[in-house]
């Protein structure tokens, strides 16, 4: 059976962080109600039984044409809290595009969208718990959580691994971005060690020659001392 | 060494066109599969008694109608798994079967209830919460609902709809009068 030990609290943004407006009017008023793991939250969704798409983890084959912008590539491990790679994690992305505009009706920043980038990707991690996407650098945008409000450079990661306590969705940093220091949502992290580890590093080594640069960002799913629970029914 | 888990943040307001295009997780039993059909909306409201639209993802996942969770290895089309966003109205609606009860803690058996996971623009970590079923008999020794104070159990019971018993309506109130129940597990 995994276990899904507590995550340490200061890892983990609290439901209300008065700097991000919006988390006051959603966020609960009454503490959460601790309850036993069960069946219902140790097992889960194998998420992806749809085949997955040759360009759906390549950003930038999704249109007739290459998109605008910075080609990067992104890659990592995603791991359990013991550090093994998690296999057949289902990773999904979401992201503006170069110009800081992402596709979707209600997005109204005054800048263009560009015909050639969707900016949605998924991809399934092998056997070692590696993933990797080539996309666009996505672009800062504003937004009106405050005044002159902008959000740093960032990417969407959506993440299935092992059992419905392992869902994680977060965001994907990029390094010495100015804007980090003055973002609402990283700095809901008390933890600095914490929010570091979701601003992504620079990586030769991921980095292709006369093509892209390349960026590192490992996940850690919860879970830990991961074996087979339950015979599969055929 | 433990590796700390990675931070969550928040799913934000332009999930759409990344996470919920494909409508057929809505769907999550199929004509094919066996069980006691019905439709499961949901409404979700903010602290300021508002409809949230377009801008919440719920996700369930469940039990089939014997009890079982589906296994990936599973051969079945039955995945117990679904995803939609909700509408202007803040509603959204899965089309499933009743689930069956599922082995709890020390032997017990727990009442039918469907998990969901809530993600919405304002919320930096989803919420968990479960659906129970109003009137299940099961529902009075469900080691979990035991687990709720008395005057806030009604807020984790989806109700029938008039007029069709294949329809229950579930509320998700975030904040304030009516708060939904969530969990930390």
């Known amino acids: 059976m995994i276990e899904f030990p507590p995550a340490p609290p200061e890892s983990q943004p609290p439901y209300r962080h008065d700097p991000y407006v919006s988390s006051r009017r959603r966020a609960p008023r009454q503490p959460l109600i601790s309850i036993p793991q069960t069946l219902s939250e140790l097992t889960g969704p194998m998420y992806g039984h749809n085949p997955i798409g040759e360009t759906d983890n390549d950003l930038t084959r999704q249109c007739a044409d290459a998109p605008q912008g910075e080609r990067i590539l992104v890659a990592g491990r995603v791991l359990d809290e013991d550090g093994r790679g998690v296999p057949n994690a289902m990773v999904e992305i979401w992201q503006a595009n170069a110009a800081g505009r992402y596709r979707h009706s209600r997005d109204a920043h005054h800048a263009p969208l560009d015909p050639n980038f969707l900016g949605a990707g998924r991809v399934l991690t092998d056997g070692a718990g590696n993933y990797r996407f080539t996309t666009i650098k996505p672009g800062a945008y504003p937004w009106r959580n405050h005044d002159n409000a902008w959000r740093p450079a960032h990417i969407h990661f959506s993440l299935f691994g092992a059992g419905l306590l392992s869902r994680l969705v977060t965001q994907m940093y990029f390094p010495n971005d100015p804007l980090i220091p003055l973002d609402p949502l990283i700095n809901g992290i008390p933890d600095a060690a914490a929010r570091g580890r979701l601003i992504s590093s620079f990586d030769l080594a991921v980095t292709e020659p006369e093509w892209a640069l390349g960026y590192r960002f490992d996940v850690v799913l919860r879970g830990r001392d991961c074996t087979p629970f339950e015979e599969p029914r055929r | ?185």
Not at chain 2, 23 to 31: E, S
Not at chain 2, 42 to 69: N, T
Not at chain 2, 134 to 146: E, F, I, R
């Open chain 2, 1 to 185: 060494m433990r590796h700390i888990p990675t931070a969550s943040q928040t799913v934000g307001p332009f999930f759409n066109f990344g996470l919920t295009t494909n409508a057929q997780l809505g769907k999550v039993a199929g004509p094919e599969v066996a069980g006691d059909r019905i439709r499961l909306s949901f409404r979700v409201i903010d602290g300021d008694g508002a409809p949230a639209p377009g801008d919440v993802m719920i996700e369930i996942w469940q039990a089939d109608g014997g009890g079982h969770y589906a296994h990936p290895l599973d051969e079945g089309s039955f995945h117990g798994f679904g995803r939609l966003e909700t509408d202007l109205d803040g509603c959204c609606t899965f089309e499933t079967i009743r689930p069956g009860r599922v082995p709890g803690p020390d032997g017990r058996w727990q009442a039918p209830h469907i998990t969901a996971l809530v993600f919405a623009r304002g919320l930096l970590k989803h919420l968990h919460t479960r659906v129970y079923f109003a009137g299940d008999p099961a529902n009075d020794d469900d080691p979990v609902l035991s687990l709720v104070p008395a005057e806030r159990n009604g807020t984790l019971l989806a109700r029938q709809v008039e007029a069709d018993a294949a329809a229950w309506s579930f509320d998700i109130v975030l904040q304030g009068d009516g708060e939904t129940v969530f969990f930390a597990v």
